[in-house]
């Protein structure tokens, strides 16, 4: 019976799970296997496919962040290159934006999501798929599309200076000034529809039986009130997802600055992953790039604690 | 549905092993990697190193051509990975607008040097910008096979329409150039706005069309021996400070110029439906497509950079190639060399130069008079004789990108020159070492 | 027929309203895509842009007036990226290529993945939830750092540039099995004893109980993941040397100029790109049905 893997890549993670899992484990292996064999092997195909693709090329990343990468020598630098990045002129900047982008974006598109999935929720069936249909075709679209739909708008000459010239402000050097870029590559994001948010609101929202709101309703409640109680903690398991998957997301963002902006002007919207890129594909310094990334992986690590110590429930319908 | 899916699984298990052919084992296997270059007829834009592999192949019976077709955006990505993962083509493409063979790659011992396969006189007909280009630490590491220049493009219907007369010869004083671009400037629906500007350019990473400018009082981004930032002397300073002046006092130039959208500002110069802007800096690539493309088709010539201080005009080359890389076996080094020769002889750079919009970097090439009937080509050849390189710096990816930063926000109003070019030399310093 | 119902469907009337002009922003930049495809050259960046293509406004038009000749030409020149990309290029095997790369991932992850998240969510065993946050921690991890070790990875085990190298990778993604364990938790764990007591094996219940109640989440899954793998692009540009075995995304960027985006073509290819997301979603939108534990929950 495979045993839970404690590998490289397990020690950075919940040391206090680990602990008890040791604990756990020497009595529970004493115990009746077969009553876990099941368990194993269900997520046997997905484990030996994970840990081929995915664990096995982030050892390797992990470990080349305490080495200086050559093609044909490679040497053991310790914590060289997270000195390197910690005191990179670019680091700080880089983390500044990607947090603002980050905690703008991720509640905004879950609000519109939620917002949005319920207010299709109460129609019929053919309206529902209408409406789902309209908001999810847009995440279609590929970010390079809706990045240049947007970068044209953005002109001197385009539809949002258009816009706030009847409000007679502006013109606003949107993409080409330090305070405007970062704002504006956010407003992007937030307007372009949450499809996926949409879809996976309406899904858990489908599942919850009607029983329950008819006994809301003969109690006295009204639609705001059942929606407050009833509706929004029985999809907590998806608004954690959202969140989290949206924080991993958002903390990547990359190929729509680097569209829109390519990091500048100045660095006003220069992103962790920026840094990321620039390091192992322009300056050949893989080592560099494992570290940023295992910072990065802290910091997001640190808020999906937070997140599911917060959205965490045991929901059943 | 189960049968289905098995029958879908056992198609990709046939596809995947048919795939790989099953090779003689006598004969010698190399990979090259390019870009695309021209299209032929049919539209394929990889048939010239198509042709000439065929052409290889059927004089060397032993060897054996494969060939990898590569976007040129992805290239360093795609190359990158290869070479980390030890799986490095045997002959690969240098793309023009590097301008010179990759350091980082020749630093790490990948690129074979090249000395011993040319003699003393092939080298001699190379300009010696592009075998500039393509040296360090004394070693040939690749063979140049076109160069560019970077040169103004001027919309000859805007100047017509105002009455404009173009510099001669391409030579004009920033003076002159400024009082042009001035009267280039204009309100042509008479709604109160100005629709159309004298000039605009971008500032990206990586990208040069706007130094020229910033260099034309005699500023400098590194000493000549690449040890110490000289871009914040009181020439650059000038320099930068006479071009943001286009912007923020002559106001000839849009709220986009400065800005990293390398595309708008192609489309707002050359998509017929614009064309707002009578001039912009380009790379010498531009000329060949407002020549050929049937959509960017313009009447137009190609000036210098209007001179400074110095009198002198000044612009930026580059170059672009073949690089040969590392190779275990000494035999098939010889061969691979011999092909990398190959597809760089006078006869194949004449070739790129009329179709391609490059300029040869053999000498011997240049004397065939590839543009006797391209007058904006010629005219671009003469900055041949201006044209300076970036430093040849190892770390100058990263000390360009601290510089153009700055740019930028010299550009958007945000800096004066003074300051940003003081502030990207404190940033340069740990680069410099 | 009280004031409150009257209220009520003017709620609704309002709420109809905002949805739909919420559609159709969200809808614009799809529209403008697949306009541009057939935008005669000069008219791409028109300002205002040109909603209705001239192809559109005109073709009958001119055909009516007799002049034959001037319609055809805008007939013709409309259709030229599709011209280009049909015939000019190997879309057709990228298009193949991405189509059983898309659907062999699809399927696999469904059956992978909810099988995983079955388990996450509703069983205990030791090392489970260690599993679980390893799993969830590598998502947290940029792609980037993780493409060089792949890339000596695959070409080890011997598919390096083969369509095998596309599918397996994808085959280990980590989001779905997230997915799906956040959708079975709210399967009421009742149903499972039930079917215990009445000894089904482990499989039948996941098969019989669990996958028909995850319907809504499977079809989201599966929409999700077939999406993900076809617009993949730096993975298959990397790995994949042959052109005949490029996915869609790689083959149309090599149709890419770098200084000179055309992008009539350039959109014309996402459009043809976007084509078989839709059928995807249309086919799965069925599965999206309302209150499915509703017949369960008896007693």
Not at chain 1, 109 to 118: D, G, H, K, R, T
Not at chain 2, 317 to 331: C, I, N, T, Y
Not at chain 3, 77 to 97: H, Q
């Given at each position: ?74 040497k053991?630098?310790?914590?060289t ?10 680091f ?5 934006n ?21 207010l299709?929720?109460?129609f ?59 704002p ?7 307007l372009?529809p ?10 858990a ?13 003969i ?11 009833i ?32 990091g500048?002007?100045?660095?006003a919207?220069?992103?962790l ?24 992986f802290?910091?997001?690590l ?16 | ?10 198609i ?8 790989p ?9 190399i ?5 695309f270059?021209w299209?032929?007829?049919e ?14 192949e ?6 054996d051509i ?51 396969f ?10 010696p ?6 040296s ?31 510099p ?7 003076n ?8 280039l ?9 100005i629709?159309?500007y ?7 990473k ?15 981004p ?32 849009p ?18 439906e ?41 612009t ?11 190779q ?27 179709n ?32 300076v390189?970036?430093p ?21 109003g ?20 | ?5 009257i ?17 159709i922003?969200?809808?614009?930049p799809l ?32 055909l ?7 319609a055809?030409?805008?007939l ?5 990226n ?14 193949m290529?991405s189509?059983?790369v ?9 059956l ?6 079955y388990?996450?969510?509703?069983k ?9 946050w390893m799993m ?10 993780t ?9 080890r ?16 993604m980590?989001?779905?099995v ?17 079917a ?7 499989l039948?219940?996941?098969?019989k109980?669990i ?16 999406m ?14 042959k052109?005949?075995?490029?996915t ?21 290819g ?9 059928i995807?979603?249309?086919?799965f939108?069925?599965y999206?049905?309302?209150?499915l534990?509703?017949?369960?929950l008896?007693?």
């Amino acid at each position: 019976m495979p045993p839970p893997r404690l590998r490289g890549g397990g020690i950075i993670l919940v040391k206090r799970e680990v602990i008890l899992i040791k604990g756990k484990f020497s009595k529970l292996l004493i115990k009746n296997f077969a009553e876990y064999k099941w368990n194993y092997l269900f997520i046997l195909p997905k484990f030996l496919l994970f840990f081929t693709f995915i664990v096995i090329p982030v050892i390797w990343a992990f470990f080349l962040a305490f080495q200086e990468f050559g093609i044909f020598e490679t040497k053991w630098v310790g914590l060289t290159n997270f000195k390197e990045a910690f005191t990179g002129d670019l680091f700080w900047i880089a983390l500044w934006n990607t947090l603002r982008y980050t905690l703008t974006v991720v509640p905004a598109q879950i609000f519109i999501a939620l917002v949005l999935a319920s207010l299709i929720h109460p129609f019929s069936r053919k309206i529902q798929t209408f409406f789902r249909g309209a908001y999810y075709f847009p995440t279609v679209t590929s970010v390079v599309v809706i990045s240049m739909v947007w970068r044209w708008m953005y002109t001197s000459k385009g539809l949002i200076n258009y816009f706030i010239s009847i409000l007679n402000l502006g013109p606003i050097n949107w993409l080409g000034s330090s305070n405007w870029a970062l704002p504006a590559i956010i407003l992007m994001s937030v307007l372009t529809p949450p499809g996926v948010g949409i879809i996976l609101y309406l899904a858990a929202m489908d599942s919850i039986p009607e029983s329950l709101y008819e006994a809301a309703r003969i109690d006295g409640a009204g639609s705001i009130t059942s929606w407050i109680r009833i509706t929004l903690p029985l999809i907590k398991p998806t608004t954690l997802y959202l969140v989290v998957i949206g924080t991993i997301g958002s903390f990547q963002v990359f190929t729509q600055v680097l569209l829109l902006t390519d990091g500048g002007p100045g660095y006003a919207t220069t992103t962790l992953v920026h840094l990321i890129y620039n390091a192992a594909f322009r300056d050949f310094d893989f080592g560099l790039a494992s570290a940023h990334s295992i910072i990065l992986f802290g910091i997001v690590l640190i808020f999906a604690f937070i997140q599911f110590k917060f959205l965490s429930t045991d929901v059943e319908y | 549905m189960k049968k289905f899916i098995l029958l879908l699984i056992g198609i990709v298990l046939i596809a995947a092993m048919l795939a790989p052919s099953v090779l003689a084992e006598s004969k010698v296997k190399i990979t090259v990697w390019d870009g695309f270059r021209w299209p032929n007829e049919e539209g394929d834009k990889y048939h010239w190193i198509k042709s000439r592999i065929a052409k290889f192949e059927e004089l060397h019976p032993a060897v054996d051509i494969e060939l990898v077709e590569v976007a040129w955006e992805k290239l360093g990505e795609k190359m990158n990975i290869a070479i980390a993962g030890h799986d490095w083509p045997d002959i690969g493409p240098v793309d023009i607008s590097d301008g010179a063979v990759n350091l980082k790659y020749v630093e790490q011992g990948v690129i074979e040097p090249l000395d011993s396969f040319f003699t003393e006189e092939e080298l001699n007909d190379f300009f010696p910008a592009a075998l500039n280009a393509y040296s360090y630490n004394g070693h040939l590491y690749g063979i140049p096979t076109s160069m560019t220049v970077h040169a103004l493009m001027l919309n000859l219907d805007i100047f017509k329409e105002r009455g404009v007369e173009p510099p001669v010869d391409g030579k004009w004083t920033w003076n002159e150039f400024v009082t042009k671009m001035k009267k280039l400037t204009f309100d042509r629906d008479g709604d109160g706005n100005i629709d159309v500007y004298g000039f605009s350019t971008y500032v990206l990473k990586g990208y040069y069309e706007a130094w020229p400018f910033l260099m034309m009082d005699g500023g400098k981004p590194l000493s000549t021996d690449n040890t110490k930032y000289t871009f914040d002397s009181p020439e650059a300073i000038s320099g930068l400070t006479k071009f943001a002046s286009l912007k923020f006092n002559h106001k000839v130039s849009p709220m986009e110029m400065g800005s990293a959208d390398v595309g708008g500002c192609f489309q707002a110069f050359a998509n017929p439906e614009k064309r707002i802007i009578a001039v912009e800096p380009w790379a010498s690539w531009a000329i060949a497509t407002l020549r050929n493309n049937k959509k960017y088709q313009m009447n137009f010539v190609v000036a210098e950079y209007p001179t400074g201080k110095t009198g002198e005009s000044v612009t930026i080359g580059g170059s672009g190639g073949f690089v040969v890389f590392k190779q275990k076996d000494k035999e098939k080094l010889k061969i691979v060399a011999e092909l990398a020769k190959f597809l760089s002889d006078a006869e194949q750079q004449y070739t790129f130069a009329v179709n391609y919009g490059t300029f040869p970097a053999l000498k011997s090439a240049q004397a065939m008079d590839p543009f006797k009937d391209n007058p904006q080509m010629r005219q671009a050849a003469e900055m041949l004789k201006y044209a300076v390189s970036l430093p040849r710096h190892l770390n100058w990816p990263q000390i360009d990108e601290r510089i153009q930063a700055q740019l930028q926000l010299v550009l958007n109003g945000e800096k004066t020159a003074t300051e940003a070019l003081k502030t990207a030399g404190e940033q340069v310093q740990r680069f410099l070492k | 027929m009280g004031f409150k119902d009257i209220l009520l469907k003017i709620i609704k009337v309002i709420f109809y309203i905002i949805l739909f002009i919420g559609a159709i922003i969200a809808l614009f930049p799809l529209y403008w895509m697949f306009i541009t495809a057939f935008q005669l050259p000069n008219e791409v960046f028109s300002m205002p842009p040109k909603f209705i293509p001239t192809v559109v406004k005109k073709f009958i038009p001119l055909l009516l007036q007799g002049d034959k000749e001037q319609a055809i030409f805008i007939l013709t020149e409309s259709l030229r990226n599709v011209k280009i990309l049909f015939i000019d290029t190997g879309l057709y095997r990228w298009f193949m290529n991405s189509l059983i790369v898309s659907v062999v991932s699809t399927l696999g992850i469904l059956l992978f993945d909810s099988m995983a998240g079955y388990v996450f969510a509703k069983k205990q065993f030791p090392g489970r939830d260690f599993l679980f946050w390893m799993m969830i921690s590598t998502m947290m991890i940029p792609g980037q750092v993780t493409l060089v070790p792949m890339y000596i990875l695959v070409t080890r085990l011997g598919i390096k540039g083969s369509l095998y190298s596309v599918i397996f990778p994808p085959l280990a993604m980590v989001f779905g099995v997230f997915l799906m364990r956040q959708f079975m938790k709210t399967i009421p764990t009742e149903l499972i004893e039930a079917a215990k007591i009445d000894s089904a094996s482990e499989l039948s219940i996941y098969w019989k109980i669990i996958l028909p109640l995850s319907k809504p989440a499977l079809a989201t899954l599966g929409i999700l993941v077939f999406m993900s793998v076809w617009n993949s692009f730096l993975w298959p540009l990397i790995i994949l040397n042959k052109d005949y075995l490029f996915t869609l995304p790689v083959g149309l960027k090599s149709l890419q100029d770098k200084n000179l985006v055309d992008y009539g073509l350039l959109m014309s290819g996402a459009s043809i790109s976007a084509i078989p997301m839709f059928i995807v979603f249309l086919f799965f939108q069925k599965y999206f049905v309302k209150g499915l534990t509703l017949g369960s929950l008896k007693g």
